[in-house]
């Protein structure tokens, strides 16, 4: 039952990836920068995010310019931000990007779960989060930039405890064996803070 809950949500959140990366303003936006397509993929991603509570952010990252995100929106709270201009970041650096434009089309790329530090993520700012993203590849087949989704995994968590017992009591590890979720929450995340449970 649990393990179906999670398998669920990955497989919502990659097919929202495919719709995203699949949209012709996507590829526009990485190959030519063309202003309203972005403006497109913009509201795409604002609408996705309205209608997706455990969406932190979305981002359109190229392949080149070091990884520059050529789009993005941030949940503030209950509003969403377009970031714009020089506030946009290059993010190659990431495994999250150097991984995703590895995959194939319509392969998905899953971060390990963590505390997210990146600047900028609004409502996501050291909340435990994973990020989705998948290709956006041209006509050759070629990736040439990233569709990239951080998902609050604080609502993911609490509905893994739906419906449950009250005389259960959930644990969730990494492969580590660091805790996830755990009845006691300063015992998790651990890792985070320099300390293993």
Avoid: C, W
């Avoid at 012709?24 to 403006?39: E, I, K, T």
Wanted: proline share 4%; charged share 20%.
């Amino acid at each position: 039952m649990l393990i179906g809950r999670i398998t669920q949500q990955r497989e919502e959140v990659s097919r929202n990836l495919q719709v995203l990366a699949s949209h012709p303003a996507a590829l526009a936006s990485v190959q030519s920068g063309n202003g309203a397509q972005q403006d497109q993929l913009a509201t795409l991603f604002e609408r996705m995010l309205y209608a997706n509570p455990s969406y932190y952010q979305i981002r359109l990252i190229s392949a080149s310019d070091n990884g520059l995100e050529r789009v993005r929106v941030d949940r503030a709270g209950d509003h969403m931000v377009r970031v714009q201009g020089d506030d946009l970041q290059e993010k190659a650096h990431f495994s999250y990007v150097s991984g995703t434009l590895k995959l194939s089309a319509g392969a998905t790329y899953l971060s390990r779960i963590v505390i997210n530090h990146e600047h900028g993520a609004h409502s996501g700012l050291e909340q435990p989060s994973v990020i989705l993203a998948t290709p956006v590849v041209d006509d050759l087949g070629h990736a040439v930039g990233a569709v990239v989704i951080n998902l609050d995994l604080n609502s993911v968590f609490s509905a893994l405890m739906v419906n449950m017992p009250r005389e259960y009591q959930l644990f969730l590890a990494n492969r580590n064996g660091d805790y996830l979720i755990h009845p006691d929450p300063t015992m998790t995340f651990g890792f985070d803070k320099g300390r293993r449970f």
